[in-house]
Nanobody, 125 residues
């Protein structure tokens, strides 16, 4: 599957953005889909994922209650709605796809097989 993330930009603190991840090649329903982010000088960190099995969603504590991941299987898209943005949310955001597994740790970037190119989100204070 090929992934392309978009929707990043510059926003003031407290604002909102919606990131999109367009998939091609295979349907997103065949994968657990995740979002990760990487700030300058830092490691890539988990943001959220939506399970292949039942669409259950999981979030990092730092974004819980502010971010929402969703998928549209008909459009083969995955979205990340971000609200109440903070300067510490500034990073390059990546969407990723992980193959079906009953035991994978989907919080880890290492289990994801496919990655989009990333989209920059900058939150000004």
């Amino acid at each position: 599957v090929q992934l392309q993330a978009s929707g990043g930009g510059l926003v003031q603190a407290g604002g909102s953005l919606r990131l999109s991840c367009a998939a091609s090649g295979r349907t997103v329903s065949s994968y657990t889909m995740g979002w990760f982010r990487q700030a300058p000088g830092k490691e890539r960190e988990f943001v959220c994922f939506i399970s292949w099995r039942d669409d259950t969603t999981y979030y990092a504590e730092s974004v819980k209650g502010r971010f929402t991941i969703s998928r549209d299987n008909a459009e083969n898209m995955v979205y990340l709605q971000m609200t109440s943005l903070k300067p510490e949310d500034t990073a390059v955001y990546f969407c990723a796809a992980a193959s079906i597994s009953y035991s994978a740790n989907y919080y880890s970037p290492s289990v994801y097989n496919y990655w989009g190119q990333g989209t920059q989100v900058t939150v000004s204070s």
